[in-house]
Nanobody, 115 residues
Framework: QVKLVESGGGLVQPGGSLRLSCVPS????????MGWYRQAPGKERELVAT???????GYADSVKGRFTISRDNAKNTLYLQMNNLRPEDTAVYYC?????????WGQGTQVTVSS
């Protein structure tokens, strides 16, 4: 069974930065698309950013220009660099990996933006 393990969440002040990491149990190349989603209390899970294996990254409008999704093939790790964080970015962030037709999720990591 494929597992995705996230890390890097925490408490940060508005305007601060965090970098999330996601390490799959298998090869990162096995996924057609990898991405980050988030879910705030009382809200539905929403897409944050995606990175196709052979394509360009995509972002939600709310994070464009502030967040960057990337992949380090040598470290077999997916990242989400989050800059200029806002209180509304507070949520549990989930790593996602799609290898058609299967969709895998990590356990989530909490990001809290507060002064």
């Amino acid at each position: 069974q494929v597992k995705l393990v996230e890390s890097g969440g925490g408490l940060v002040q508005p305007g601060g930065s965090l970098r999330l990491s996601c390490v799959p149990s298998g090869s990162i190349f096995s996924f057609h698309v990898m991405g980050w989603y988030r879910q705030a209390p009382g809200k539905e899970r929403e897409l944050v950013a995606t990175l196709p294996r052979d394509g360009s990254a995509g972002y939600a409008d709310s994070v464009k220009g502030r967040f960057t999704i990337s992949r380090d093939n040598a470290k077999n790790t997916l990242y989400l660099q989050m800059n200029n964080l806002r209180p509304e970015d507070t949520a549990v962030y989930y790593c996602n990996g799609l290898t058609i037709p299967y969709n895998y999720w990590g356990q989530g990591t909490q990001v809290t933006v507060s002064s």
